[in-house]
Each structure stands twice: as structure tokens, then as C-alpha cells.
């Protein structure tokens, strides 16, 4: 038997035994944080009303100054502002749904500016190009189908500011359809969708959007040149796919083939590069014509989570 029992631990023990922990934080009320989210989801309203109040005005003062009716694309701010937004973005709420409420709010703003509808080829693939349109149009802005490149075109060209979108490709049987942009004022290329390249994009069909040509806010960070070309070969064919993007069909009426190229300005490679190198395979160039241009494409790389409260780090400041 233990001559010495422990003496038993009283309150006040247990309190100095308790004294370095923390105690347990409380469950977070359910109620709070849903008002917190109405309070959110207000704001933002608030702020698209607001929003639109200011559209409402640039639209009055362009009707003062009589520049009213012309159109209200602007692809080289629409590249910055996407730009920013991709960059700038963190947290669990995915690009996709940032990105698409964003083109959404681009373009339905726009549309209300200055009404428009877009035109689509759905030729190489239905799906797909309904897609692209609805992801970067919304379904405020009308919606016109054609089959085949050569619609979309006529359609853009014959009305007062509508957009067209055609493959970035050549799918089977594709026609020169660029050769319609050759003229001073037949429609051109603005811009390339979708403008943030990722491969799991949820609208990743590689479009060209056509419009009349842009004289306020074009973008020409990439121009599409259009080409008619003689004596066109695999060889020509293998020597120009290092330097620039190249779409390439037959042109039955030179025996040889129509090239829509596209060639980043102030890039490595320049026109008369690519020229230099058509002729140097056997090729001969009987035209060039400047068919459009539009944004570099943005490529994403995810930021990777950060903890509730964590602040981003921002390279700029030399932040570790």
C-alpha cells in the first residue's frame, strides 16, 4: 500500500494545467455567412445597375457628337480587360465561370450600345460553335446559323455592325473563304476566340470573329495576312509551318493554293520573312492582301489555392 497517495488534482489545478491552449474557436453561424452573401450578391447588382447607368450616358454623349450607329467593339480594350482579369484572379470559383460571366457582361453591354447579332458557320460542328457563341455572347444577342464560311461573310458584309464567326481551321472541303476580306472595306478579322488559351477550355473551338473593319480600338498584336500562292508544295508547306500560323486550300484559279497566315507583329518572323521562304521552296506569291489582325492569345497557368485570409503574393514587390 502506498504510503504517499498523489493528492487529486482540484479546479484550480486543472485551470493552471489548461491555461496555455486555446480554447475551441466557434462554429461560424450559418445565418451570418448567408447574409454575408446576399450582401455580396446585392452589391454586385447594384454595381451592373450602375454600370449600365454609365453605358446610358456614353451612349448620350456619343448621340451629342453625332457617333451614334458606328461600332462599339473595342478588341484592344477587351484584350487588356480579359488580361487582367485572368491574372488577377484567385480562389476556388473556377477561370471558366469568371471568364464566361465576364464576356457575357462585354458583350451584352455592347449589344445594348449598339444592337448586333452574331452569325456562325456550323459546318464543322454544331455543338461546338453554339458553344463558342454562347460563351463569349450570352443569349441576349441574337443568334444566326449558317452552313459554310461564305454566309457568314456575306451576312457580316450586308449588315450595319454584325459579328461572324468562322473556324480557325480548315476543316474538310474548306473554302478560301478569306479571300472575301481582301477589299478596303469588306469585313475583317478582329480577333481570335477563345482569347485565354487552356486546354480544358468548356469553349475551346478556335473561331476567327469578323466584323467591318475596326478604326477605334483595333487590336493588331497578330495580323492575317491572306495569300494567293503558285507552284504550292509539301515542301513550301513543311518550310513555312515553323514560322507562322498557316491555313492552306486549293485555288483552283492558279493552280496552286489560297493561305490565310497569321504572323505576330514585332515577332521573329516577319511578312517579307515569310515570302522570302515560299520562294526559296518553289513557291511563287501572285498576291497579299492584309485581311486583319487581332490579340495575341493569352496562355493561363492556374494559381494555386490560397488559404482563407491569405493575401496574393505579388512578384512586382519582391514578395517571397
Given at each position: 500500500?502506498?504510503?504517499?497517495p498523489?493528492?487529486?488534482?482540484t ?7 489548461n491555461?496555455?491552449s ?56 477587351e484584350?487588356s ?6 491574372d ?24 445594348v ?12 460542328g454544331?455543338?461546338?460553335m ?48 478569306w ?34 473593319p475596326?478604326?477605334d ?47 505576330p ?13 515560299l520562294?526559296?521552296a ?8 492584309l ?22 503574393i ?7
Open positions: 500500500m502506498n504510503e504517499n498523489r493528492p487529486l488534482a479546479p484550480d489545478d486543472a485551470s493552471v494545467l491555461a496555455g486555446a480554447p475551441p474557436a466557434p462554429a461560424p453561424d450559418l445565418a451570418v455567412l448567408r447574409s454575408e452573401i446576399d450582401r455580396i450578391d446585392a452589391a454586385m447588382h447594384a454595381l451592373l445597375i450602375e454600370r449600365g447607368q454609365i453605358i446610358d450616358r456614353l451612349v448620350a454623349v456619343k448621340r451629342a457628337r453625332g457617333a451614334e450607329g458606328g461600332s462599339a467593339f473595342r478588341p484592344a480594350r484584350a480587360m480579359m488580361r487582367q482579369l485572368v488577377r484572379h484567385r480562389g476556388i470559383l473556377p477561370l471558366d465561370t469568371v471568364e464566361g460571366i465576364w464576356r457575357v457582361i462585354i458583350s451584352t453591354f455592347t449589344y450600345q449598339a444592337p448586333y447579332a452574331v452569325h456562325a458557320d456550323l459546318a464543322a454544331e455543338a461546338a453554339r458553344d463558342t457563341s454562347r460563351f463569349h455572347f450570352g443569349f441576349t444577342v441574337p443568334f444566326v446559323a449558317h452552313m459554310g464560311p461564305a454566309g457568314v461573310v456575306a451576312a457580316v458584309a450586308a449588315s450595319r455592325g454584325d459579328l461572324g464567326l468562322v473556324p480557325a481551321f480548315a476543316p474538310p472541303g474548306a473554302s478560301a473563304w479571300t472575301a476580306l481582301e477589299g478596303a472595306h469588306a469585313p475583317k478579322i478582329i480577333a481570335r476566340l477563345p482569347f485565354v488559351e487552356r486546354a480544358d477550355h468548356p469553349a475551346g473551338l478556335p473561331v476567327f470573329c469578323i466584323a467591318h475596326v478604326t480600338g483595333a487590336v493588331t498584336e497578330v495580323e492575317t495576312w491572306s495569300l494567293h500562292v503558285g507552284g504550292w508544295s509539301a515542301q513550301a508547306a513543311r518550310a513555312l509551318a515553323p514560322l507562322a500560323d498557316v491555313i492552306a486550300v486549293p485555288d483552283r484559279g492558279l493552280d496552286g493554293a489560297a493561305l490565310l497566315v497569321s504572323i507583329v514585332g515577332g521573329a518572323v516577319a511578312l517579307d520573312a515569310v515570302l522570302a521562304t520562294r526559296a518553289g513557291a511563287s506569291v501572285r498576291a497579299v492582301a485581311v486583319g489582325s487581332h490579340a495575341r492569345r493569352h496562355t493561363h497557368s492556374p494559381h494555386p489555392a490560397l488559404p482563407p485570409g491569405a493575401a496574393p505579388d512578384a512586382r514587390a519582391g514578395n517571397p
